[in-house]
């Protein structure tokens, strides 16, 4: 777990802060979005991708763009924030008991936020809540609380560390008699492309809370914890859960366990080091060592090679009958599906994870027999681990599905796009459905409206 850096947090304080924080437009030529351009070209040449082709010839300029929105805490100071915004309001400064909120304690819950992991560099999602017991008549405006978290969020970071400084810049800024911020964080737990054929119980997210408590908080036994835990207890939150403060990076960061695939490419790891640097950051601070090793080799899971020769070795190889007491769903004695077959794939926009559920319906035609549910989804992984967008990806698997199944294909895929949340538009939550239909499907209204009818009716996010 990285450490609190309480120098440069102090410093912080002092000198205040930048309120126009957000990524300037036409920040183009700056210096370190240049630099950070130029490294994401080394990574796409690095995946043997063509910078120069449609689809990526404005890759780098994206990633840049997102990775500075998604870093501009460093550009941001706190002491502003909220010295602006206390307000005065008579309390019960005599006798016992504190004034606000109930028993005492203003909550804001339910914070949506985003971070980037330092340990991997991918974004993770945060459920942020925020407690404090006034003191010294005066209260602070509730939309300030949201604006110091995002501060801190919106870097490189660790969840305690960050429920740390989101903590200690609210009980240094405003002066109460406590504060407690609790985080419910989730970590994408994206699988390798070995793996991903052979874990079918592969669990796509880390979930892990963190807690952190200044003056009346500081005890995580103190009674007052009792008052802000029962608050957030309709919100389905399981204090058991709560991550060891001493082993955070072990219980938390999925790229720890990344396994041994030889040594990374030197000029990519290079290239994320120089990044890491041009986001305001030290890429030689201990937390940041091996970062850009594992970013790389984790990035190399969508190396771009000769995917439709393996396909073709490996769907021929595995063509055997379906027998009788195979399990595979019918919707009438002609139509066929297979629902809910996960993937995993990398966004060639910003270069950031998307993932869901692939569903597929086909009309059996005399002489074809079903193929096993293992086959498609290998069709549905050869296809998702390159880079790729959703249209073109829902495009392939129909294609490639439609040539071994008789033609009469239908394709739907559901997706969650880390770039939804982990840019300015943050619409966390959000869900992407494409389409394809090839045969009889694209003209059968009936058969469409049957297998639309059989794909179950629940979320892929965060679940």
Same mark, same amino acid.
């Given at each position: ?49 063509? &910078? ?14 997102? #990775?500075?929105?998604? +870093? ?104 109460? +008699?406590?504060?407690? &911020? ?26 892990? #809370? ?104 490996? &769907? ?57 549910? +293992? ?11 390159? #880079? ?29 796009? +880390? ?45």
């Amino acid at each position: 777990m990285g450490a609190f850096d309480e120098g440069r947090f102090n410093v912080e304080l002092e000198n205040g802060v930048n309120l126009g924080g957000c990524v300037e437009l036409g920040f183009e030529e700056d210096p370190e979005t240049v630099a950070i351009e130029d490294s994401v070209k080394i990574l796409l040449q690095g995946l043997g991708e063509d &910078v120069n082709r449609e689809g990526l010839r404005k890759t780098p300029l994206r990633v840049a763009k997102a #990775l500075r929105e998604g +870093t501009r805490g460093y550009r941001q100071r706190v002491n502003d924030i909220v010295q602006g915004a206390l307000f005065p309001e008579a309390g019960l400064e005599t006798g016992i008991g504190h004034a606000g909120g109930a028993g005492g304690i203003v909550i804001v819950r339910d914070l949506d936020l985003f971070s980037y992991c330092e340990c991997c560099l991918l974004p993770f999602q945060v459920k942020c809540h925020v407690g404090y017991v006034p003191s010294g008549q005066r209260v602070v405006g509730l939309s300030k609380l949201s604006r110091v978290a995002d501060v801190f969020a919106k870097r490189l970071q660790d969840p305690q560390r960050l429920a740390d400084e989101v903590c200690s810049a609210l009980h240094s800024g405003i002066k109460p +008699t406590g504060v407690a &911020v609790v985080l419910q964080c989730l970590h994408i737990h994206f699988p390798n492309f070995e793996s991903a054929f052979f874990d079918l119980n592969h669990q796509g997210w880390v979930k892990m #809370l963190f807690t952190s408590g200044a003056g009346v908080f500081e005890d995580d036994k103190a009674d007052i914890w009792g008052d802000f835990r029962s608050l957030l207890k309709f919100r389905g939150i399981n204090f058991e859960k709560t991550c060891p403060r001493d082993s955070s990076y072990k219980c938390w960061c999925p790229s720890q366990a990344i396994s041994k695939m030889g040594p990374a490419n030197s000029g990519m790891v290079s290239a994320v080091a120089s990044i890491i640097r041009s986001l305001g950051e030290d890429p030689l601070r201990n937390e940041l060592l091996e970062t850009p090793t594992r970013f790389v080799k984790w990035l190399m899971n969508f190396k771009n090679c000769d995917l439709e020769m393996k396909l073709n070795g490996f &769907v021929l190889g595995r063509m055997d009958a379906l027998r009788p007491n195979v399990n595979i769903g019918h919707l009438d004695e002609d139509i066929h599906s297979e629902l809910n077959l996960s993937f995993w794939s990398q966004c060639e926009h910003h270069l950031l994870p998307f993932h869901g559920v692939v569903h597929i319906g086909y009309i059996r035609t005399e002489g074809v027999n079903p193929i096993r549910k +293992t086959i498609l989804q290998s069709i549905v992984h050869f296809h998702g681990f390159k #880079l790729q967008v959703q249209e073109r990806l829902t495009r392939q698997i129909a294609e490639t599905a439609s040539s071994l199944l008789g033609g009469d294909v239908m394709v739907v895929v559901e997706a969650n796009h +880390t770039c939804m949340i982990s840019r300015g538009i943050e619409k966390f939550g959000s869900n992407t459905a494409t389409v394809a239909v090839l045969g009889r499907f694209s003209t059968d209204l009936a058969s469409r409206e049957k297998f639309m009818q059989s794909i179950p009716n629940f979320p892929t996010a965060r679940e």
